[in-house]
């Protein structure tokens, strides 16, 4: 099972996505401000919320086009997930497509994680067209799980 | 293939939230201004966005607990597909579960409409806590497909 998402930004090139996808910066500046490790291929990015958080392993980048990730240690439902990004120009829209890849049960957390990933993609949107993103532990709070 | 959501509603009771699914006032604050038709079960309701729109047999309403629509017109994609909604308490709030069944293709309008629904769930929230949604044409617009 999968999680789909696609967001448009608008006046952000296709390389200025991509580094907000590849560098320590640009990620802690729409995700969590608590990002570290080495965003390059075969590289281990740690990304921290409160508690708990993420380490991913980039597995592929391509400049201005396509990266993924695997997820390698964190909640145990999205271990082993993949987290895949596509970009393509569209109008005058640079698309970002996610597809968080592998979901092994519909599970209640994997609902939460949909809405959750949308309020970030908005926040990597906000970051891009405006300069300030809504990085935990600024972003969205939508319920009593954050 | 499903869409899955999860949000909290803060100050609402289940009452409230259940209302905000089943009246056309309700579904117009934070769906569409443009929603008419019949709410009750086997009911249709019409909910129109710019030229398009859904048309939505209600199948099932359990009163602070459950709905489910099955989509009889609008978007091929749409077309068969069931939306049910779950309610239930927890902590302080209203949580309330969204889950879009039944689509044939992972194609790209998927992806969209998953964004989309958290847009219109945050919405939804935003009603029932300040009083005053988001609903079309007042949403917030994602990308070039609005």
Redesign the interface.
């Known amino acids: ?8 930004v608008r006046s952000a090139s296709l390389n200025e996505v991509y580094d907000a996808l590849t560098t320590l910066e640009g990620l802690s500046g729409w995700w969590t401000t608590d990002t570290t490790g080495d965003p390059e291929v075969d590289g281990i990015i740690k990304f921290r919320f409160g508690p708990g958080g993420f380490d991913m392993v980039v597995r592929e980048a391509e400049p201005a086009k396509h990266v993924l990730w695997e997820v390698v240690d964190g909640p145990e439902e999205w271990v082993g997930t993949t987290i895949t990004w596509d970009l393509k120009q ?4 640079t ?1 970002v ?3 968080h890849e592998g979901w092994r049960e ?1 599970v ?1 957390f ?3 994680c ?2 959750k ?3 970030f ?2 926040s990597l ?1 906000q970051l891009l067209e405006t300069g300030t993103g809504s990085p935990e532990p600024n972003d ?1 709070r ?4 954050h």
């Open positions: 099972m999968d999680i789909l998402q696609r967001v448009g569209e109008d005058d829209y698309i497509l996610l597809k519909p209640e994997m609902y939460h949909t809405t990933w949308a309020v993609l908005l949107k969205l939508i319920s009593n799980w």
